[in-house]
Every structure is written in structure tokens, then in C-alpha cells.
């Protein structure tokens, strides 16, 4: 019987939240309220009673156990119950007169001590000495310590029982006791048959709750069927629609390689047709030159003039003849970066890539839209020299001294020496070689609010440097002492906040300025804004975010238009759009993030990809031919390039913020 009166206290034993019981804060206040004499008890491994309680004082579990036992406790049981049940600070057992009350800090006292530690609307407590506030109706309303309270209603059961028993057994005669034992073991009987049918009766509940489990199991079993025939029927559609398409793309490639071989194949053919002449020509010269040196040697007399001219004609044919362009075959090649998204990139599974080929080649991957008829196609000794170029030559920023911190901007000053600009702060660096530097300052006023630092520069044509400051919306005009001379301010609205980046300046004196914020072009002449063009937006003619601009052979311009991932050719005098190039993407002929563009006297195009880690070369019509760099911190290497301009003999100067340095191809 010992089992089933556990199980019947415990299913007497009704928990509940009392917002105002007296547990430890960190408990919440989650005490359980015990309805009967009896605490609520579980078996463990050994079979022994223990209060199941969470967050109570380890001395009110003790003594909630040593008066749950049947067995009577001895005196140091005893003496846990009295410490227990006694107010810590005046020392006197909790009662209707004392009542036991519990501080939000989890200390509990009788209610007359905490009516002493009041300080006005405060009660310090005598522990801690945390201060609470004392609710309204005074100390009475504070919340009981119910797990004491349960204490000592149990204890004075325990005594009414214990003299109730004491009395019956003085008064009742042997047989009377048993008979009421009898009767009350008849009753306690009744009463936990009684409970065991409502144990019983959850119990059918609970079987009632796992047939329902199993029914909503059975619905997930029909929906993941389900969905397994959807997915399995849609990786089949989707995967047969990436093999026709593919297939597709294969014929288009090996369509594309075989015109590209028969245009090759012709151009080469007539370049051997044509050396051959040269070399019949050749041939003939110099069978002509023999004989001219036989007549001499068996003339008489000496013809000093006619000998002179013969050895300058000589010459001069002598230099003429030069060894043919180096010719790089085309090769079909497969980036498996492009294949991050099947669906989205399979037109760029293959490239038709040629490298440092100073002929005409088809190249689908990198398509200009529109066209510029004022420039030939034709390759010239630029096309050669840029296709040479693999490594760096010199590097500015590495040697001690002549450190770079995070360079934005470059440009050639009419000396040779190069300027550097800084995006960690107000300097321009001065290199006239790798290990000989100096610094101009800006000039910034004190306690100006760094943001961007320098960001663009360019040079005029009376030989002064233009530099680029958002953090003071302006673009500042210096000597190349460092004085300045004046700065340039925007018409701006209210709502508009110069944000001036890459710049070019005409030989006439205007100026194009890139703004970073306004998604346009501003055109300055002398300090006067004169126009500007261009709008935020994605169609042609429209920015955003412009980074740079660069001026092309024929006066028009071209800029880096950084989130629409292209450059665009504007119209140098109105402002229009022309064409542009780039579609966003790493593959040769795409752009990511172009945050420095550069073009030559011949209009060969630098574009610095910040989010590529590269710089790509493109010819006039906007046509790739040529990749530097790539991820990493190697010699020819680059991380988060930023601007790029090309020098006078073709050298292409990048700023490799991230490696703080600037590298010269």
C-alpha cells in the first residue's frame, strides 16, 4: 500500500503560480502551492521520498521533508523545523500574529520586523540590503512565504493529530480502537479507490492523446509523399530544361570557335601573303645593295657622295623592317565560377578568351552596347605593349619610410612624380621614385568630422592639383607646395549633399567631377558649376553610385557607374549618352563593383574592379583583351583595388587599398 499512497498524494498534490510567494527572485515567484498536509512526493532510483521543488531554500526542502516522513523526526530534525519557522531577525516563530513575508529579493521575515526596516516608502532588507519598494497598503500587502505558511499548517496538524490519537487512546478500550481503526482504513480505502478511478480515467486520456499523435503523424507521412512527388517531378523538369539549354549553349560555343578559327585562320594567311611580298621585296633590295657594293669596290675612283647616300638608304631600309606581332591562339575555356547559379549563368559556362591578340576576335561573352564609329579597330603598338604586361615593375608604399595607408586615387604629375590619395585620411603623398616621398596636407580645419578622406585627383592645365573631400562636400584646387588656392562648392538643394569622387579636367580648364551621393556628373568651369548630367536609375544615361570618370581621345567621357556594374561613354559636351560596356559578373569582359577607370591617348580603357580584385583592359570599342591582378597579397596581386590611371608611356598605376601600397603594371 506504501506505493499507492504516494501516487494518491501525489495526484492530491495540485500545483499553481502565486505571484506573490515567498521564493527567491530568480525563481520568479514559481512556487507551488501545497493543498494538503502532505508536500508533494516522487520516487527516485532508491525508492525514497524527496520533495520535487525548484528554487527553494535548501533548508525549507529539508524540513519539508523531515515533516512529510510518517516516521517521528529526532531533535536536530527538530531543530531544522524551529530555525525554519522562526523570524531571522527578531527570532521569534512565525504565527497569525507573525505572519511570514517574502522581500522581491527572496528573504523572508515577519511582517512587524520589515514594519521597522521601512524608510519611508522603502524597506531595506536586513540580509542583502537591497532597497524595495513598499507596496501600496503598506507591509500587510506584501506576499506570504506560502512554503513556510505550508509548514506550519502541517506542524499544527501533525500536533492536533497527534493529541487527537493521544486522547482517543486514553479514553476508547482496546476493541474500540480497532474498530476505528478498521473503519478508518475502510475509509482511507474508499478514498483511494476513489482517486485511482480518476487515475485510471487520465490515464485513458493520455491513450486518447497518442492516437491523435499517431493520426497527425500519419497527415505529415501523406504531405512529405506529397512533396517528395512534387520536388522529385521539378528537379526533373528543371534539370532536362539546363540540358537543353546547355546543349543549346554548346552549339552556340563550338559556332562561335569555329567562325573565330576561319576569321583567324584568314587574317594569318594574309599576313603570311603579305610578309612574303615583303620578304620578295627584301630579297630584291638586297640583291640590288650586293651589287651597288661589288660596282664600288671595282670602281677606280671613289664616289664619296654616292657611297654616303647608298649607306643611308641602307639604313633607313634596315629600320623599316620589323619581326611580326606575336599571335596568341584563342582557346575555349570553363570558369567554374560562374556556376554559383546554374539557371542564371549558364550563358557564361564558356568564353571565347584571347589574350594579348592584337587581332580582330569575336568575343560573346562581353558584348558593348552601341557602338563608337569615330575610332578603327585596327591594333596598334598600345594593343601589344598592354597584352605584354603580366607582373608589376615597381611598387610604391613597401619601403620603409614612404608607407601608404589604404590609397584611394593616383595620378601622374606633369613632372612624372606620382600623387597618391588616402582614404584613412587629409594627405597627399608625393612619390618621385619608390623610396623618396613627401606629403601635402589639405589644410582641413580642427575638429572636422573624418569620414572618407581623399577620394579622387586630377591635375590641371595650369599645372594645380584638384582633390576630392566629401567629409567637406568640396573639391579643393592646391599648388604642388601644398597652398591652396581656393575650393569648388556644388549648386546643391536642400536635400542634395555633395559627395564629389573621381575627377578629369580638360585641356580647355573643365572640369568633370564624379557625385558620389547625387548619382550625377558635375562640370565645373574654372570655380563656377557650368552643368551636369545624369540621374539615379538603371537604363543608359542614368548612375548609380558614379565612382570615376575618364576622358576619351575624341573629348567624350567615360565613367564608372560602381552598383550598375559598367562604364558608360557620355557625350563630353552635352552630357548624352553614347554606349557602354560591362554586364555584372567575374567573368572576362563583366564587372563587379568598378571603382577606377583610366584611358590612354589612343583610348585603351583601365577599369579597376573593387569586388573582382582586378583590372581589366579593354580596346576602343569596349572589348576585353586583357586581365591584371587577382585576389591575394602576392607581388602582382590585389585586394580591394581602388583607383587607376594609365602614365604617359603606358605604364598602369592601380591603388591596392587593402595591401596599402600602389602597383605599377
Known sequence: ??????????????????????????????????????????????????????????????????????????????????????????MEKYGKNREPKVLPCGHTYCHICLDQCCRGTMIHCPKCRREHPVPFGGVEKLPKNFVIQDLLDHRNTKRQVSKLRTKESQESSPHQRKEAAKGSLSKETQQLLSTLRVSVKDVDQSGTLLGDTINKIQSERAVLSDTYKTTKSSIKKVLGDIVKAANHRKDE??????????????????????????????????????????????????????????IQEAQAKARSFHHGKEVASDRLVFSDDHCG?????????????????????????????????????????????YAMKDKSVRTYGNQPGTQLNSPSCVTELPNGDVAVGSAMSYTISIFSSPQDKRSISLGIPPGEKFNDGVTGMCMSPTGRLYVSNPDMNTVHVLALDGKSHYQLQAHTTRDEEFSPRGMACTASGELYVCDWANHTVRVFDQSVEIRRFGARGKEPGQFNRPSDIALMPDGDVAVADFNNHRIQVCDGKTGN?????????????????????????????????????????????????????????????????????????????????????????
Open 577 to 665: 549618352f553614347l554606349w557602354l560596356f560591362g554586364t555584372e559578373g567575374c567573368g572576362i569582359g563583366q564587372l563587379k563593383g568598378p571603382t577606377g577607370v583610366a584611358v590612354d591617348s589612343e583610348g585603351y580603357i583601365a577599369v579597376s574592379e573593387r569586388l573582382n580584385n582586378r583590372v581589366q583592359l579593354f580596346n576602343k570599342k569596349g572589348k576585353p583583351f586583357k586581365i591584371l591582378g587577382g585576389q591575394g597579397e602576392g607581388s602582382d596581386q590585389l585586394k580591394t583595388p581602388m583607383g587607376v590611371t594609365i602614365s604617359r608611356d603606358n605604364q598602369i598605376l592601380v591603388c591596392d587599398s587593402r595591401n596599402d601600397r600602389v602597383l605599377v603594371f
Open 341 to 385: 547559379d546554374i539557371l542564371s549563368n549558364i550563358k557564361t559556362w564558356g568564353n571565347l578568351k584571347k589574350e594579348h591578340c592584337p587581332i580582330k576576335v569575336p568575343h560573346p561573352s562581353c558584348q558593348a552596347s552601341g557602338s563608337n564609329p569615330s575610332v578603327s579597330d585596327t591594333a596598334g603598338e598600345s594593343l601589344s605593349q
Open 253 to 310: 560555343l563550338l559556332n562561335e570557335l569555329e567562325e573565330s578559327f576561319k576569321e583567324c585562320k584568314a587574317l594569318l594567311t594574309a599576313q603570311e601573303e603579305e610578309y612574303k611580298e615583303e620578304k620578295a621585296s627584301h630579297e630584291e633590295y638586297c640583291k640590288g645593295l650586293r651589287k651597288s657594293l661589288k660596282d664600288f669596290e671595282k670602281a677606280e675612283e671613289a664616289h664619296v657622295g654616292e657611297l654616303e647616300m647608298c
Open 1 to 90: 500500500m506504501h506505493w499507492l499512497h504516494c501516487v494518491c498524494s501525489i495526484i492530491r498534490y495540485k500545483p499553481s503560480r502565486q505571484a506573490g510567494s515567498g521564493i527567491s527572485p530568480e525563481s520568479k515567484y514559481s512556487a507551488w502551492r501545497v493543498q494538503s498536509p502532505v508536500p508533494p512526493p516522487f520516487f527516485n532510483g532508491t525508492d525514497k521520498l524527496m520533495l520535487k521543488r525548484t528554487d527553494v531554500n535548501a533548508d525549507f526542502q529539508k524540513a519539508h521533508l523531515v515533516m512529510a516522513s510518517d516516521e517521528s523526526y529526532t531533535s536536530g530534525d527538530h531543530s531544522i523545523v524551529s530555525d525554519t519557522l522562526e523570524c531571522k531577525v527578531c
